[in-house]
């Protein structure tokens, strides 16, 4: 008996190593995935957000590479529904993308914003002149990112779209440049990054119309990436940025209570107390 | 059949010769007393057993060879039996490990929007390239609509409701809500 338990036991210890020696490597897998935003057939994986093989923010130092992807633009816009629909505007098109992607910009970029205004039947012109504004602002982006490996090529194009959103609603440029920066060197993923810029974006917005200054408000990016809050966190924030507007309090109260309460590795909870006791 | 082999090949010992050799004849002696002498060289008749005895002691001794290394083989086997066992209990628990982890690499996401005039309401977003078909929502009595969707945690997401295909308008329920540049405004959603 004694001898069939060893046997039992050695099972079990061998099973168990096993399990472990299985389960270790799974557990390391990013939780990043494959990039796609959802497991329907029409993901947000496909097409050409996850194409994009240069990485992003070395603008200008691969022209090769970048000369390819103002060629893969092209053919984009040749090919593509949307591009179809835009002939009339096809070399203005062409002309405002091909600096932008030789200077460091992911292609996608344009191809997601141009399938967004088809979809939503923007005029031709209308999406030209909103191209031009966002395309100045991805090469910038390009020019705060130059020379870093950061972020991952599979994740630029999101983040040069948050950017973009983010400084079209209010953000200061210095506010894009603090988290991205920050972002770069704590090696926080680019889409932690995006959605600070993108809430402290809505957070802005909820503002906007206030007496409110752009720059206290930028710091709410800063302390967004900076806190321990997950991204899933981030809307409850502008909510409650909606929340205390509609009772009375002012940007630079919200953003001192962020300070208080976020800033200092506090919680959701700690930010309500410190808005609303 | 290899045991009858091994007694033909037992051939001649010279006596003298050799202490092995010396000491092997005198356990053919001892074994065999009606066959003194028998084996060896030097005027003795060469070794010679009787086949059919010598096929038969060797099954008997393979067969108490096969049932003592078939006892001793148990508890092995068993072990094996165990060991595969608990090897396809850790590879499905592991299977399963990976299932749960990647499942909580996306979260179900439903949108919801009560429109009780609308004929149609679909789902556009960065997701889903902005093109609707196949995010239609569907209607519930109450006249809300609402679509589940599985999106991948950690980033935020674009998002407009478009009623009876034409018009574009923000999730109402969200504070989080952005100028698209275009004209319009899109809501936003991080998980």
Do not use: C
């Not at chain 1, 299985?22 to 097409?47: F, H, R, Y």
């Not at chain 1, 966190?233 to 909510?239: G, H, I, P, R």
């Not at chain 2, 609509?145 to 997401?157: A, D, F, M, N």
């Not at chain 2, 018009?167 to 998980?191: E, N, Q, Y």
């Amino acid at each position: 008996m004694a001898h069939h338990h060893s046997a039992r036991l050695a099972a079990i210890f061998w099973g168990m190593a096993l399990l472990l020696a299985l389960s270790v490597p799974a557990q390391a897998q990013p939780s990043g995935g494959s990039g796609t935003g959802n497991d329907k057939p029409v993901g947000s994986g496909g097409g050409d957000k996850g194409g994009y093989s240069a990485p992003a923010g070395r603008g200008g130092t691969d022209m090769a590479a970048s000369g390819s992807a103002a060629a893969d633009f092209e053919v984009w816009l040749s090919s593509s529904r949307e591009g179809q629909r835009l002939t009339s505007v096809r070399e203005r098109l062409i002309a405002i993308a091909t600096p932008a992607i030789e200077a460091g910009v992911p292609f996608q970029v344009f191809s997601a914003r141009i399938r967004e205004a088809v979809a939503k039947g923007v005029a031709p012109d209308i999406i030209v002149q909103a191209l031009e504004v966002d395309a100045g602002r991805w090469m910038w982006l390009a020019g705060v990112l130059r020379g870093a490996d950061w972020p991952p090529a599979r994740s630029a194009p999101d983040l040069y779209l948050s950017a973009a959103s983010a400084l079209r609603n209010g953000l200061m440029q210095q506010a894009v440049s603090d988290v991205v920066t920050f972002a770069r060197s704590s090696g926080a993923p680019a889409e932690k990054a995006g959605a600070a810029l993108t809430t402290a974006a809505a957070i802005v917005t909820v503002y906007r119309n206030g007496d409110s200054l752009p720059g206290i408000l930028g710091n709410a990016a800063v302390l967004m990436i900076h806190s321990r809050l997950n991204v899933g966190q981030y809307a409850a924030v502008a909510d409650m940025a909606n929340r205390a507007r509609a009772a009375g309090i002012d940007a630079g109260r919200f953003i001192a209570a962020m300070e208080a309460s976020l800033g200092r590795g506090g919680t959701l909870a700690d930010l309500e107390r410190s808005l609303f006791g | 059949m290899k045991s009858s082999k091994r007694a033909r090949q037992a051939g001649t010992l010279s006596p003298g010769s050799d202490p092995v050799v010396d000491a092997a004849r005198e356990f053919i002696e001892t074994r065999d007393p009606g066959e003194a002498g028998v084996g060896l060289a030097g005027g003795a008749k060469p070794f010679r057993r009787d086949r059919r005895m010598a096929e038969a002691s060797a099954d008997a001794i393979m067969a108490r060879v096969r049932q003592t290394s078939g006892r001793n083989r148990a508890p092995g086997s068993r072990i094996a039996m165990m060991a595969i066992a608990a090897v396809l209990v850790a590879a499905l628990s592991s299977i399963a490990t990976i299932g749960i982890i990647r499942s909580s690499a996306t979260v179900e996401v439903r949108f919801v929007l009560s429109a009780p005039e609308a004929s149609s309401v679909m789902l556009a977003a960065d997701f889903n390239q902005w093109t609707p078909d196949g995010y239609a929502l569907k209607r519930s009595p109450d006249g809300h609509w609402e679509i589940t969707v599985p999106l991948q945690k950690g980033k935020s997401y674009a998002y407009n409701f478009v009623i009876d295909g034409e018009r574009w308008i923000v999730d109402p329920s969200t504070a989080s809500r952005l100028d698209d540049g275009f004209g319009g405004s899109s809501s936003t959603i991080s998980l």
